[in-house]
T-cell receptor, first 115, second 114 residues
Framework: KAGVTQTPRYLIKTRGQQVTLSCSPI?????VSWYQQTPGQGLQFLFE???????NKGNFPGRFSGRQFSNSRSEMNVSTLELGDSALYLC??????????????FGPGTRLLVL | EDKVVQSPLSLVVHEGDTVTLNCSYE??????LLWYKQEKKAPTFLFML????IEKKSGRLSSILDKKELSSILNITATQTGDSAIYLC??????????????FGQGTILTVHP
């Protein structure tokens, strides 16, 4: 079974631009969660999608948004990029969430550098 | 505020040593605790532990949850250079208000020298 895939793997942007990252979950997985990883803050939860609905959101500004498509693929968007948005963005998928002991499996991440 | 704290933050050992990594948590609506290994990019799943207290084992790695102490340990015996990585623990929540959210500790950086 193929794992979680993320594209692109690396991205360089300048302040003020916007960026869209993509995540394809493991086949059969319907829940996709997004995380930001930085040296200072570690791994922090951004949001979770299930059946095209955002069910949970972390403490990030509204510049961070996402969506999920009917095939469970998910995208996250960051608008008006700031230097502090430079990070590794990880997505994780699981079959469901909230109702059972479901393990989240992570993709390789997208490394975003904001100049 | 929910907290997940790992110790030590870094550890340097030689091949063949045994290491114990610690994770303590203070969270509401605890469901399970997960351990991940992160080498270059993607954290890879190691174990999921619940309040049942059952020890999990995989080869040289083992882990157990102490629900009274609100903590977990990850043991690695006969360490190898390939065990060098960041080890992350994370807490999963019960209840419908925390869908898909894991709260992570800071991680323990393990370096194994030949």
């Amino acid at each position: 079974k193929a794992g979680v895939t993320q594209t692109p793997r690396y991205l360089i942007k300048t302040r003020g631009q916007q960026v869209t990252l993509s995540c394809s979950p493991i086949s059969g997985h319907r829940s996709v969660s997004w995380y930001q990883q930085t040296p200072g803050q570690g791994l922090q939860f951004l949001f979770e999608y299930f059946s095209e609905t955002q069910r949970n959101k972390g403490n990030f500004p509204g510049r961070f948004s996402g969506r999920q498509f009917s095939n469970s693929r998910s995208e996250m968007n960051v608008s008006t990029l700031e230097l502090g948005d430079s990070a590794l963005y990880l997505c994780a998928s699981s079959r469901t969430s909230g109702g059972a002991y479901e393990t989240q499996y992570f993709g390789p991440g997208t490394r975003l550098l904001v100049l | 505020e929910d907290k997940v704290v790992q110790s030590p933050l870094s550890l340097v050992v030689h091949e063949g040593d045994t290491v114990t990594l610690n994770c303590s948590y203070e969270v509401t609506n605890f469901r399970s605790l997960l351990w991940y290994k992160q080498e270059k990019k993607a954290p890879t799943f190691l174990f999921m532990l619940t309040s049942s207290g059952i020890e999990k084992k995989s080869g040289r790695l083992s882990s157990i949850l102490d629900k009274k102490e609100l903590s977990s340990i990850l043991n690695i015996t006969a360490t190898q250079t390939g065990d060098s990585a960041i080890y992350l623990c994370a807490v999963e929540y019960a209840g419908g208000t925390s869908y898909g959210k894991l709260t992570f500790g800071q991680g323990t950086i393990l370096t194994v020298h030949p």
